[in-house]
C-alpha cells in the first residue's frame, strides 16, 4: 500500500489518517528522501501518535532544482476540446523549476497574463535513472518512479498562443503548483494506476473529471519515448497531461478555417475578444481545489487548494 509523505519547513513526515509522524532522515531534497526509504517505512510503523496534520504548513514535496517534462494533449478529453482529430503524436515540453509551489500557496498572474488557465495533471516522481534509450514496459514501472503527486499545469494562454511558447507560458513563479502529498508506492499499486480520478473545480465548480484511463500514452510508453532524448534522475517530475474541461477550447471548425485567412495580429484580436467573454479563465479570488484518488482510497494525494491572486 503507497505511503504518503508531507514536507513541512522542518523536515518529513509520515501521513496515517489526520496524524503525521516525523520521519527520521536527514534528507533535505526529494531525491534524498527517496533514497532514504527505510527511514519512511520506521516512521509509517512507529507508535509515535505523531501531530495532527491540520496543524502543519506544506510545502511542495518536489524539492527544486530538478527537471520538470510535461507531455501536452495526452487525454482524449483534452483532445477533443482542443480540436484534434485522428492520431495524436506524443509531445513533451520543459517548464522549469522555478514554477514549482506549494500545495497552499497562491498562483500568482502577472500583470501582463489576461487568460490564465488551469490543468490538473498526474505527476509521476522518479525514483531512478532513466537513461538514453531504456525501454520502459508497463511491469518496469517501479523500477523508474517512486511516487506520484498532484500538480497543476498553470498556463498564460495569451503567451502560449500568440508566441506558440509552452515554456515562457507555463513557466512563471507559482504555475506548478505540487502536493500536498508524495504517495510512495509498492509495486503492486502500479496497477491501479488507471483507476487514479482527477477532479479541479474552480470556487466549488466542478470543471475537469476524468480517470488515467482516458489517457493517450500510459506512464510507461510515455518514458519509453522520452528516453529517446532525454534522461531524468531521482527527484525529477513529469507531468502526464490533462483531461478536459480546461477554459481553453478550439473555436468551430468554420471559425478556425476563416481565422487561419486573416492575418496574425486580425486573427488574434478577433480571438481574444471571443474569449474575453469565457467566464471559465481564472480570476483574482478564484480558489482552485485539486484531488487525485482511486474510488477506494487506496491511493490518495490528498487535496490541493490554491487561491489566484495578481502580482502586485
Not at 487525454?75 to 506549494?102: L, M
Not at 531524468?232 to 471548425?253: F, I, R, S, Y
Not at 480558489?287 to 477506494?296: Q, R
Request: glycine residues 8%; proline residues 8%.
Amino acid at each position: 500500500m503507497s505511503t504518503n509523505v508531507l514536507r513541512t519547513a522542518d523536515g518529513w513526515w509520515v501521513v496515517r489518517g489526520d496524524r503525521a509522524l516525523p520521519v527520521p532522515t536527514k534528507a533535505l531534497t526529494t531525491a534524498e528522501l527517496i533514497a532514504d526509504r527505510d527511514a519512511v517505512r520506521e516512521a509509517a510503523t512507529s507508535d509515535d501518535p505523531g501531530t495532527p496534520v491540520a496543524g502543519l504548513a506544506a510545502l511542495s514535496p518536489v524539492t527544486t532544482p530538478c527537471r520538470v517534462v510535461a507531455q501536452m494533449v495526452n487525454y482524449r478529453s483534452h483532445a477533443r476540446d482542443s480540436g484534434f482529430t485522428g492520431d495524436i503524436p506524443a509531445t513533451f515540453f520543459r517548464k522549469a523549476s522555478g514554477s514549482v509551489s506549494g500545495p497552499r500557496d497562491a498562483v500568482v498572474r502577472p500583470s501582463h497574463v489576461k487568460f490564465l488557465d488551469y490543468e490538473i495533471e498526474l505527476g509521476l516522481v522518479m525514483g531512478a535513472p532513466l537513461p538514453i534509450g531504456a525501454v520502459v514496459e508497463e511491469r518496469d514501472l517501479p523500477s523508474y518512479v517512486a511516487g506520484l503527486v498532484i500538480t497543476n499545469d498553470v498556463s498564460a494562454r495569451d503567451v502560449q498562443l500568440t508566441k506558440t511558447q509552452f515554456y515562457e507560458s507555463k513557466s512563471y513563479p507559482t504555475f506548478t503548483p505540487a502536493g500536498p502529498y508524495l504517495a510512495l508506492l509498492e509495486p503492486e499499486d502500479f496497477t491501479r494506476l488507471l483507476d487514479l480520478r482527477l477532479r479541479l473545480s474552480v470556487n466549488g465548480e466542478l470543471r475537469q473529471d476524468r480517470t488515467l484511463a482516458d489517457m493517450i500514452v500510459r506512464p510507461a510508453q510515455a518514458l519509453t519515448l522520452l528516453a529517446r532524448f532525454q534522461t531524468l534522475d531521482p527527484g525529477d517530475l513529469l507531468l502526464t497531461g490533462t483531461p478536459g474541461g480546461t477554459a481553453l477550447k478550439a473555436p468551430p471548425k468554420p471559425v478556425e478555417k476563416i481565422g487561419a485567412l486573416l492575418p496574425a495580429a486580425v486573427k488574434w484580436k478577433a480571438f481574444f475578444t471571443s474569449q474575453a467573454r469565457n467566464p471559465h479563465y481564472l480570476r483574482t479570488g478564484d480558489v482552485i481545489t485539486a484531488t487525485i484518488t482511486t474510488p477506494d482510497g487506496r491511493i490518495d494525494l490528498g487535496e490541493q487548494r490554491s487561491p489566484v491572486t495578481d502580482a502586485e
